[in-house]
Structure formats: C-alpha cells, structure tokens
C-alpha cells in the first residue's frame, strides 16, 4: 500500500486524496513551482521526494515507468536501462536554487525490481575546486540533467551527463560530469577522462574530473551529444570584441562550434568542427571575424 502525504493550501491543488500516485506526484510538481511562499515550495517538495521514492520502491519494474506527466521532473534512462536518474529544482533567488536527485541503479538482470536507490545531496555551493573532485550521490555537485548516454573503454562503463543550473542573475552553467559505477556498487561522480587544458577561455590546472561552461544568462547555447557525428556538439562561447576576458556575462555563442570525441578512454577537444546545426541562426552582433588565409573563425 502506498503512503500519500497531502498537504492542503488555499486554492485547493491537493484535496483529491485518491488521486493515481503519478497525477499526484505531477501535482506536488506544480507546487513546488507555483507556490508564491518558500515555505510552501519546501513542503510540497518534500512531499514530491518522499512519493517518487514511494512509486519507485513499489514499482515491480521502476525501469519501465513513464514520468512524463510530471512537468518539473527530468527522468533520464542510460541507453543500457542500468541507470534511471531524476532531477528536479527547488526554486529561489537566482543562483540560490536547491537541486534535488534520485538515482537507481539495476543489481541484477534477473529481477527487474532488483535495484539500489540512492538520494542524491546538492552541496555545489559548498564546493571549492569542484572541477576537480570525485564526488558522490551524498555529496553532488547539483544540476538539472538534459542527456545522459554511455561510453564504454575496456571494461569500464561511464554515463554521461549534460546538466545545467544558474549561478547568478547574470551567469548560467552547464556542464559535462561522469557517473561510473565501483566495482562495490557505490556510484561516483567525476573521472579523468578528459583530455583538456584550455576551453573557451578556462583554463584547467590539472586534469578535470568534469567539465564546466559558464555564459550570459541572457543567451542560449547548446552542449549536447550528436550520436551521428560521435562526438559532444560544443557551441563555442567568447565575449564581444574588446570586452574583458573571463567576464563570463559577456559570454555567449560566436556561432562557430568545438566538439569533444572519445578516443581510447579520453574524451578529445577538436576545435573549430564543421557542423550544421540545421537551424536558422540570427546575424550576432558582433559576428565572428575570419582568417583571409585560412578561412578559419579568428578567436580571442
């Protein structure tokens, strides 16, 4: 039998106290972004964490559940169905946002209801140094994931992750981080698996166990796996002419592209990629200036 925790506002959104534990859930999500009180937004999403833990627990086969009624929610499966991941956001003030994860992990191939579930601990505002870190589901760097797929070398498995968060009013994020699972079970965020030392005018000081990309709030770019190309299709991002370096509200796409290809077990910048996004871009403002000799974009 499943528990319910109904919590009871004003307006009403949750009397239905029969309603199917999946409605149920997506409406604990549209609290959790509606209500106009922090403390109503924490309420609902404890409600919401404590359900989705519910569903997935008395699940007879949580791999091949459908989350897609709930709005608020980002449910990824790896392409091999080992790994289910969810991430949602507690809002707030920009940059000030509270990430919550779950993530199950399969133990067996035999019982589909045969799985690990472990809560994911957003301490990204705590961290110093995060690109270098191994981190893991009690300590994680936060995001709201939009892709996970799976790179195999040898015999060890890496699930990618594309995230995202804010970092202020100004400044946004997305990166690039890791999960492999230990030979123990225990999961892991983070491997040196890339080969980079300069990206977009950040510059690592050792070897990285993720991958950052810092931009104007006020732009969008694309990080993402393109299978048909095998590689991570990388807008590349720089300022407006004459704008300081490092300035990362200045930054945003240059309407050129990098891409990262995995070669024996190291993810590799190629730099400057011929690529057609297929999209219909705008004339930027201060549109990226080429080399007459080479034909190639002229970067900062």
Same mark, same amino acid.
């Given at each position: 039998?499943?528990?319910?925790?109904?919590? %009871?506002?004003? %307006?009403?959104?949750?009397?239905?106290?029969? /309603?199917?534990?999946?409605?149920?859930?997506?409406?604990?999500? $549209?609290?959790?972004?509606? /209500?106009?009180?922090? $403390?109503?937004?924490?309420?609902?999403?404890?409600?919401?964490?404590?359900?989705?833990?519910?569903?997935?627990?008395?699940?007879?086969?949580?791999?091949?559940?459908?989350?897609?009624? !709930?709005?608020?929610?980002? /449910?990824?499966?790896?392409?091999?169905?080992?790994?289910?991941?969810?991430?949602?956001?507690?809002?707030?003030?920009?940059?000030?946002?509270?990430?919550?994860?779950?993530?199950?992990?399969?133990?067996?191939?035999?019982?589909?209801?045969?799985?690990?579930?472990?809560?994911?601990?957003?301490?990204?505002?705590?961290?110093? @140094?995060?690109?270098?870190?191994?981190?893991?589901?009690?300590?994680?760097?936060?995001?709201? #994931?939009?892709?996970?797929?799976? !790179?195999?070398?040898? =015999?060890?498995?890496?699930?990618?992750?594309?995230?995202?968060?804010?970092?202020?009013?100004?400044?946004?994020?997305?990166?690039?981080?890791?999960?492999?699972? /230990?030979?123990?079970?225990?999961?892991?965020?983070?491997?040196?698996?890339?080969?980079?030392?300069?990206?977009?005018?950040?510059?690592?000081?050792?070897?990285? #166990?993720?991958?950052?990309?810092?931009?104007?709030?006020?732009?969008?770019?694309?990080?993402? #796996?393109?299978?048909?190309? @095998?590689?991570?299709?990388?807008?590349?991002? =720089?300022?407006?002419?004459? =704008?300081?370096?490092?300035?990362?509200?200045? #930054?945003?796409?240059? %309407?050129?592209?990098? @891409?990262?290809?995995?070669?024996?077990?190291?993810? $590799?910048?190629?730099?400057?990629? =011929?690529?057609?996004?297929?999209?219909?871009?705008?004339?930027?403002?201060?549109?990226?200036?080429?080399?007459?000799?080479?034909?190639?974009?002229?970067?900062?």
């Amino acid at each position: 039998m499943l528990r319910y925790i109904f919590l %009871f506002y004003s %307006f009403g959104l949750f009397a239905q106290q029969e /309603a199917e534990p999946m409605r149920q859930l997506a409406l604990y999500g $549209e609290q959790i972004m509606l /209500a106009s009180e922090r $403390e109503g937004r924490e309420e609902a999403n404890a409600a919401f964490k404590e359900l989705l833990i519910e569903i997935l627990e008395n699940s007879l086969s949580p791999f091949d559940l459908d989350f897609s009624e !709930v709005k608020n929610l980002s /449910a990824l499966l790896s392409d091999d169905k080992q790994v289910y991941i969810f991430t949602w956001i507690l809002p707030d003030l920009p940059g000030k946002e509270k990430f919550n994860g779950l993530m199950i992990i399969r133990r067996g191939k035999k019982k589909k209801q045969d799985f690990a579930l472990h809560e994911l601990d957003d301490v990204a505002l705590e961290l110093s @140094g995060a690109p270098y870190q191994m981190l893991s589901a009690g300590r994680w760097y936060g995001a709201l #994931y939009y892709q996970i797929f799976t !790179v195999k070398h040898k =015999s060890d498995t890496y699930y990618m992750l594309m995230g995202y968060r804010m970092l202020s009013d100004q400044v946004q994020k997305k990166l690039i981080d890791v999960l492999h699972i /230990a030979s123990d079970g225990v999961p892991r965020f983070g491997a040196k698996i890339f080969n980079v030392k300069k990206l977009m005018d950040y510059t690592y000081e050792r070897p990285p #166990y993720r991958l950052f990309f810092q931009y104007s709030a006020r732009v969008s770019a694309s990080f993402r #796996y393109v299978p048909s190309e @095998g590689m991570i299709i990388l807008d590349h991002l =720089s300022p407006p002419e004459n =704008s300081p370096p490092r300035v990362w509200s200045f #930054y945003g796409p240059d %309407f050129s592209y990098d @891409g990262l290809e995995f070669i024996k077990g190291r993810w $590799e910048l190629r730099e400057e990629i =011929s690529f057609d996004s297929g999209l219909r871009q705008p004339t930027p403002q201060n549109p990226p200036k080429k080399d007459p000799r080479t034909g190639k974009v002229q970067r900062k």
